[in-house]
């Protein structure tokens, strides 16, 4: 595979948005059908969007924040699903720019800019919670470690070259093993059915005694030790995805009144577009899109500020903007995606339209973490200048 490098954000943009157009035009029959996007991942990996975060010294374009939540949101607008792919892709390129030594960086980044995808193998279920993670990195005579467990949701592991593994030490400090996708021991089980995100393969990780060399494994706990954007970044890139799935279903819900709706008999109206509830209904809807798309875009700026001078304060004032446009834009989708039954009528629900798959993607993808602790964070630090807690969910 051949595999462009792209130069800066202007490319990176123009690149995403002649993807999500291209992607969007098959988006409906492969969630209906549950085809895996196993082409369109190739051309995205093709394009060079995979890596737009290598650092410059590396060959990279090193794009904005801003940029790079804005490549989310366009891909989100054209398969939801496929924007998910690469949501822990860009999350583990991040970890290395944190916790990685200068050799971890030179190999893995060549290998980003070459194409190459990770996945993930971060959540266990039957766990506690979510941090409470039971995968250990087991030492070997030899310097190597041996791992094993079992992950789920595990989203773009499937499509994988490398799969970053969380896992705790002997000191239940928390590391990350990339290992590759091939390793014996390692198997990807497709069993993902959820009903929105269908194509995503967030299915399940299992790891028998994989072996993994010391130069492979990253100190991850390291990056809650001090200020930092791994969460932020994390969750920016979730909120694009939600505005994302809401700016097309109200696009689909727009189209759909001028060019197949009725007018309501009552209305007196030859058209629905003229309609003053239906105009006042898009009205609100647009607002609330709108709301969405400006909270995304002051968040991701608030992150490059952070970025450029991280402080305790930058840090908490960036997670603080991404968790409040994250809880705004999961409340939105969910509501703008469903509305568009409501606006379209009942034509808008024939199963072979596939309309739904708007609302079942927004419904799926917003249950990742609760937006009420988003709230709670946001509140504790109006009211009483709490800094938010340093973790990879804020």
Same mark, same amino acid.
């Given at each position: 595979?051949?595999?462009?490098?792209?130069?800066?954000?202007?490319?990176?943009?123009?690149?995403?948005?002649?993807?999500?157009?291209?992607?969007?035009?098959?988006?409906?029959?492969?969630?209906?059908?549950?085809?895996?996007?196993?082409?369109?991942?190739?051309?995205?990996?093709?394009?060079?969007?995979?890596?737009?975060? %290598? &650092?410059? @010294?590396?060959? $990279?374009?090193? /794009?904005?924040?801003?940029?790079?939540?804005?490549?989310? =949101?366009?891909? +989100? !607008?054209?398969?939801?699903?496929?924007?998910?792919?690469?949501?822990?892709?860009?999350?583990?390129?991040?970890?290395?720019?944190?916790?990685?030594?200068?050799?971890?960086?030179?190999?893995?980044?060549?290998?980003?800019?070459?194409?190459?995808?990770?996945?993930?193998?971060?959540?266990?279920?039957?766990?506690?919670?979510?941090?409470?993670?039971?995968?250990?990195?087991?030492?070997?005579?030899?310097?190597?470690?041996?791992?094993?467990?079992?992950?789920?949701?595990?989203?773009?592991?499937?499509?994988?070259?490398?799969?970053?593994?969380?896992?705790?030490?002997?000191?239940?400090?928390?590391?990350?093993?990339? %290992? &590759?996708? @091939?390793?014996? $021991?390692?198997? /990807?089980?497709?069993?993902?059915?959820?009903?929105?995100? =269908?194509?995503? +393969? !967030?299915?399940?990780?299992?790891?028998?005694?994989?072996?993994?060399?010391?130069?492979?494994?990253?100190?991850?706990?390291?990056?809650?030790?001090?200020?930092?954007?791994?969460?932020?970044?994390?969750?920016?890139?979730?909120?694009?995805?939600?505005?994302?799935?809401?700016?097309?279903?109200?696009?689909?819900?727009?189209?759909?009144?001028?060019?197949?709706?009725?007018?309501?008999?009552?209305?007196?109206?030859?058209?629905?577009?003229?309609?003053?509830?239906?105009?006042?209904?898009?009205?609100?809807?647009?607002?609330?899109?709108?709301?969405?798309?400006?909270?995304?875009?002051?968040?991701?700026?608030?992150?490059?500020?952070?970025?450029?001078?991280?402080?305790?304060?930058?840090?908490?004032?960036?997670?603080?903007?991404?968790?409040?446009?994250?809880?705004?834009?999961?409340?939105?989708?969910?509501?703008?995606?469903?509305?568009?039954?409501?606006?379209?009528?009942?034509?808008?629900?024939?199963?072979?339209?596939?309309?739904?798959?708007?609302?079942?993607?927004?419904?799926?993808?917003?249950?990742?973490?609760?937006?009420?602790?988003?709230?709670?964070?946001?509140?504790?630090?109006?009211?009483?200048?709490?800094?938010?807690?340093?973790?990879?969910?804020?």
């Amino acid at each position: 595979m051949t595999v462009h490098v792209i130069a800066d954000d202007a490319e990176a943009l123009e690149t995403a948005r002649r993807l999500a157009a291209e992607f969007g035009a098959g988006a409906a029959e492969r969630d209906s059908a549950r085809k895996l996007p196993h082409a369109e991942v190739e051309r995205l990996s093709a394009s060079g969007l995979l890596g737009v975060t %290598v &650092p410059a @010294d590396h060959g $990279g374009a090193d /794009v904005r924040h801003e940029t790079l939540a804005e490549v989310f =949101r366009l891909l +989100a !607008s054209g398969d939801p699903s496929l924007a998910q792919i690469p949501q822990s892709h860009f999350v583990y390129v991040n970890v290395l720019r944190r916790q990685g030594t200068p050799a971890q960086r030179e190999f893995f980044f060549a290998e980003v800019l070459a194409g190459r995808r990770f996945g993930n193998a971060q959540s266990e279920a039957g766990t506690k919670h979510v941090q409470d993670i039971r995968t250990r990195l087991v030492p070997e005579p030899d310097g190597s470690f041996l791992l094993s467990g079992v992950k789920h949701y595990s989203t773009g592991a499937l499509f994988a070259h490398w799969i970053p593994v969380l896992a705790r030490a002997e000191d239940d400090t928390l590391h990350v093993a990339y %290992v &590759p996708r @091939d390793a014996h $021991g390692l198997t /990807v089980v497709d069993d993902w059915d959820g009903m929105g995100q =269908r194509t995503t +393969a !967030s299915g399940t990780v299992k790891l028998d005694r994989v072996g993994v060399p010391a130069d492979r494994i990253v100190p991850h706990h390291l990056t809650f030790q001090g200020p930092q954007l791994h969460g932020a970044v994390a969750q920016l890139l979730h909120t694009a995805i939600d505005v994302g799935i809401a700016a097309a279903a109200l696009a689909e819900a727009a189209e759909f009144v001028r060019t197949r709706s009725r007018p309501w008999f009552e209305s007196g109206y030859e058209s629905a577009t003229e309609d003053p509830l239906l105009i006042q209904r898009f009205g609100e809807l647009s607002i609330q899109l709108r709301a969405s798309e400006a909270l995304l875009t002051t968040g991701a700026r608030t992150v490059d500020s952070a970025a450029a001078g991280l402080t305790d304060e930058s840090a908490a004032e960036a997670s603080i903007a991404v968790a409040a446009a994250k809880a705004f834009a999961a409340s939105a989708a969910v509501e703008i995606s469903g509305a568009l039954f409501e606006l379209a009528g009942t034509r808008s629900a024939l199963d072979g339209l596939n309309l739904h798959r708007f609302w079942r993607d927004a419904r799926t993808h917003t249950l990742h973490d609760p937006a009420r602790w988003k709230v709670q964070h946001i509140g504790r630090h109006l009211l009483n200048g709490t800094l938010p807690p340093r973790h990879g969910l804020l």
